[in-house]
């Protein structure tokens, strides 16, 4: 096998296997297909099924359609090798996911030299797809030939995946050509030795003929790609007004009439008084300089309740108003679907920008740096996606970077918010990223963030956001929480690991800003400061090793010690309090010593070089200076929360540690919070703001206001500052949907629950024209029951989807959305926010009530407070909270005015308990108790009829 004339090779052999799990080790291959492609064309083909002899699982068999009986007549693996590889002879191999296929077959060969495979090179279209296409929505198989208009009939069988595995490979090469040659150089720098070919290639073949910067053109797919930006109608400037005026809500009323501008652009649209009812509070709470706490039930509308309100305010009085979601997911919904709809819609002309925490942003300046530095092999393969997201991005969003943004720890090397910003100094500043969102959101009408950074922001004065008079929290029963979770503290040694890594690190390549300083002061002219500077950071390099030895060590004995906190019991994941009085402090005493005192030199003496540095006199001594002093306060940081975390001595905080199983040791992480947010949030938040409005579907309990008021201390504001506002929802769910409680059942704490609720799954879906969908509180509960209701439900039909098994829950719901016979198992991620209308989710199971973990150390500390007050805790705030819980489970069912459905609740105590029909009256729909199987099956019987969905309006 030779390369072409213009160096990519020319003969390939594209292949895919079919196993029996994920594991060489203990699974086996049921089939293997390849196809050889010579200059572009395929010109052979080689399919096999073989013996594994062992089972195949239910779900290998729904996703590949082999059967036991298909292959139980097949040769085993030993008979397939030698054909494929005369087959493939001397040809380099095309896989997609390279390192899964090789590994199965190397396991195949089992170190015999005639048998492996892969010699000749191995291409991965995996590597190369991330690479080339970054900003796609996921690089699947199938996604990449939908993107390249590859035929792939039978998605997961071994022939056909080959096919286009191998002719996606002639289609991105086709992208490579359109490839810079200086991005082509900069991608060869980051490339694994088999990629790095083909991109060198690239590189002779696009001398002379594009620009040095060229990026690829996807014709009419390139809108199909991910492609954020951080503002829209930024030439409709705000111009601030020294007198208010107010909106007429009578006019802006007019906008959601039945011939008005929303309902001509939108099909299906129907006039909903909840909607309309909950933009003139919202209009009214702008108008008059008040609070407003609205419910807005599923169906409403109420992104553009509040959006078209705020827009026309905002225009009229050159003010800012301030959106904030608890989700980036809803927030990217809004600026990327809702305010492009209504700038079409309304007759206003208002500018919008989307601003997340400086986590999320590119640092230029620190990805030019981090380009000239050594990187493993797997860091730099996992990084080489960025080199041509870089130069296609227009918001550096790392939403963007689908390759990349699952490595936390990578990115953060290359992220706005790992370290320090240089500000004006910036060589960078004109383009930077960051500073682009930031001076957007400063000239906007309308600022959409997420509720991270609203508490992040107040906590810095308000530092990225600047004062603000307007604020709207959407997604607001998620307000307590974040602000809990921002208030609070943690030290783990991961944390220490970045933290000193940043300063020093020596595995196998030194990095750090120690080697950069040593490497700048090795060119400047001798003297006595610098050579105190050159000592001063060779100390620190053995100072930072000292404190990192310390610190690993408090944490590793700290592990072992956990069982001082658990009665002498240890645990593999769990959380345990601590006091005052059984602190960390008073378990490892010695050891918290030497990592805080560890820490305190290492960050004086990071601070006593950046002096040094500073009086120096060396060039760029503004940039080094300012690393030094970011990472001094970053060490500094470390140790004030080890110390305060270890001592526990704040009796407004509750403090825990968490242990959980990593690999084959225990890890350890300190962790606080306030008992209260409440008393915080009037300075906080409320005090900052003219008009604050909260809404949410579920902000209700018992019909009440007065649990969120109490939990966010809005009881604390007079009575004349904030109205209320329950609108309901426009969906007849006496109509719609139904409630059954399967009565009869024993509580799920009993001996063979999870049995009983595997044969009940497989009894209600199967007969299910539609989309099951099973929500679990319990990880180990939803795993005990996937593997039973997959066998069960082996060949019905039916997909069988479990999160935890078989890809990230975005994929996992796409999936689910897609077959719409299909029963998906999973936890508290798909309880809220989850919209799957129409058939795709016409059953919703709910397996056990969404309790608060009482054994949790900030639930046992809410609880508390509650007992101390002479109140019973379980009604007062256990209750409540499930109740909420259970209302954004049950708003999973009917996302439309035409969807139909049923849920099924399994935890008999909704029966049998005295809080039962409490929890069961916050359900806008009837219930019906069944006291025997045969009565829950009659009951949802007549609900698996199909129905046609129109998809109602849910802006």
């Known amino acids: 096998m030779g390369s072409g004339p213009k160096g990519y090779p020319r003969t390939f052999v594209g292949i895919d296997l079919e196993t029996t799990g994920l594991e060489p080790q203990h699974d086996r291959i049921i089939e293997i297909g390849a196809v050889r492609v010579t200059d572009g064309k395929i010109d052979g083909r080689f399919e096999a099924l073989v013996n594994p002899g062992i089972s195949i699982p239910a779900d290998v068999v729904y996703l590949t359609g082999i059967t036991d009986e298909d292959v139980a007549g097949a040769p085993g693996i030993d008979e397939v090798l030698p054909d494929l590889i005369e087959f493939v002879g001397d040809a380099p191999l095309v896989a997609h996911n390279a390192p899964f296929d090789i590994g199965f077959l190397a396991r195949a060969a089992d170190n015999r030299p005639e048998f492996l495979m892969g010699g000749a090179g ?17 690089h699947r198989l199938t996604t990449l030939a939908a993107f390249f208009d590859i035929d792939l009939a039978r998605a997961h069988r071994a022939g056909d995946d080959a096919g286009a595995t191998a002719l996606l490979l002639v289609a991105l090469l ?13 991608m060869s720098a980051f490339a694994d030795p088999q990629t790095k070919l083909l991109i060198d290639a690239a590189r002779v073949r696009s001398e002379g003929r594009l620009d040095p910067f060229a990026v690829p053109d996807h014709g009419e797919k390139e809108n199909g790609l991910l492609r954020y930006d951080v503002a829209r109608g930024m030439e409709f400037t705000r111009v601030a007004r020294e007198e208010h005026l107010s909106v007429d809500l009578d006019m802006v009323e007019a906008v959601f009439e039945e011939n008005g501008p929303i309902a001509s652009r939108l099909p299906g649209y129907e006039e909903r008084r909840e909607q309309l009812e909950m933009m003139r509070a919202v209009g009214d709470s702008f108008n008059s300089g008040i609070d407003l706490v609205v419910e807005a039930g599923t169906g409403v509308g109420k992104s553009l309740a509040y959006l078209v309100p705020a827009a026309h305010f905002a225009v009229m009085n050159g003010e800012r108003v301030i959106v904030s979601t608890n989700t980036k997911n809803l927030q990217e919904q809004l600026f990327n679907k809702d305010v492009p709809f209504l700038e079409d819609a309304l007759d206003l002309r208002f500018s919008v920008s989307l601003l997340k925490g400086r986590g999320n942003y590119l640092c230029r300046r620190r990805w ?18 960025l080199v041509l997201w870089e130069a296609e991005t227009r918001s550096g969003d790392v939403s963007e970077a689908v390759p990349v943004r699952r490595y936390g720890y990578l990115w953060s090397k290359v992220s706005a918010d790992g370290g320090p910003c240089m500000g004006q100094k910036c060589p960078m500043n004109d383009k930077c990223y960051l500073m682009q969102a930031r001076r957007a959101s400063q000239a906007a009408h309308i600022v959409i963030i997420n509720h991270s950074l609203l508490f992040s922001d107040s906590e810095t004065d308000n530092r990225v956001l600047g004062d603000y008079s307007y604020l709207i929290c959407d997604e607001a029963h998620n307000l307590e929480r974040v602000a809990t979770e921002h208030l609070g503290r943690r030290a783990n040694v991961w944390r220490a690991r970045t933290v000193l890594d940043g300063v020093y690190r020596s595995d196998g390549v030194d990095t750090g800003i120690v080697v950069d300083i040593l490497a700048e002061l090795s060119g400047q002219e ?32 700290l592990s072992t010690a956990h069982v001082k906190l658990n009665a002498g019991r240890a645990v593999e994941y769990g959380k345990l309090r601590y006091r005052p009085g059984s602190s960390i402090s008073g378990i ?11 820490l305190a030199r290492a960050g004086n003496s990071v601070a006593a070089l950046g002096d040094l540095i500073a009086d120096s006199g060396v060039e760029r001594v503004d940039s080094v200076f300012q690393n030094l002093e970011f990472e001094a306060a970053r060490i500094g940081g470390l140790a004030d929360d080890l110390s305060y975390l270890a001592g526990a001595e704040d009796p407004d905080s509750v403090f825990w540690l968490e242990v959980r199983s990593f690999r084959d040791h225990l890890e350890c992480e300190l962790r606080c919070a306030p008992v209260s947010v409440a008393e915080k949030m009037g300075d906080f938040l409320y005090s900052k703001v003219e008009s604050l409005v909260m809404t949410s579907a579920t902000l209700t309990v018992d019909g009440s206001f007065d649990f969120l008021f109490e939990r966010l201390g809005l009881d604390q504001l007079p009575d004349w500052k904030v109205l ?7 969906y007849d769910y006496d109509a719609q949907a139904l409630a059954v409680v399967a009565g009869y059942l024993n509580p799920p704490s009993s001996p063979g629950f999870n049995h009983v609720v595997s044969d009940l799954v497989v009894k209600l879906a199967k007969p299910a024209a539609g989309g099951t969908l099973v929500l679990f509180t319990s990880r180990a509960a939803l795993n005990a029951v996937f593997e039973e209701v997959r066998g069960k439900l082996a060949g019905s039909g039916k997909l069988i989807l479990a999160q935890g098994h078989g890809g990230a829950p975005s994929v996992l719901l796409n999936e689910f959305a897609r077959n719409i016979d299909s029963v998906l198992l999973a936890t508290s991620s798909f309880w809220e926010g989850v919209d799957v209308p129409g058939r795709s989710l016409e059953l919703l199971i709910i397996v056990k009530l969404p309790f608060p973990v009482p054994s949790d150390p900030v639930i046992q500390a809410h609880c508390e407070r509650y007992e101390q007050d002479g109140e019973r805790s379980f009604d007062k705030y256990m209750v409540p909270r499930t109740a909420i819980g259970l209302r954004q489970g049950f708003g999973r069912l009917i996302r439309s005015t035409t969807d139909t459905g049923a849920v099924v609740f399994l935890d008999s105590r909704l029966d049998g308990k005295s809080y039962g029909p409490r929890l069961l009256d916050q359900l806008p729909t009837r219930v019906i108790v069944a006291s025997c199987e045969s009565e829950l099956m009659s009951a949802v019987e007549g609900l698996h009829v199909c129905t046609e969905t129109a998809g109602g309006n849910r802006s």
């Open 122 to 138: 191995v291409f991965d279209t995996l590597t190369v797809g991330r690479a080339l296409v970054p900003r796609l929505d996921n």
């Open 174 to 186: 086709g992208v490579l050509d359109q490839v810079g040659s200086a991005l082509l150089s900069r």
């Open 368 to 385: 030019v740096q981090l380009s000239e530095r050594s990187l493993s092999p797997q860091e730099r393969s996992v990084l080489l996606p």
């Open 526 to 557: 001798d003297g006595g400061m610098l050579s105190a500077a050159r000592a001063a950071a060779e100390r620190l390099r053995d100072e930072v090793e000292d404190a990192r030895r310390a610190v690993e060590l408090f944490f590793r004995v």
């Open 588 to 598: 490892v005493p010695e050891e918290l010593a030497d990592a805080t005192s560890g």
């Open 724 to 730: 209320t506002l329950d609108v309901g929802s426009p």
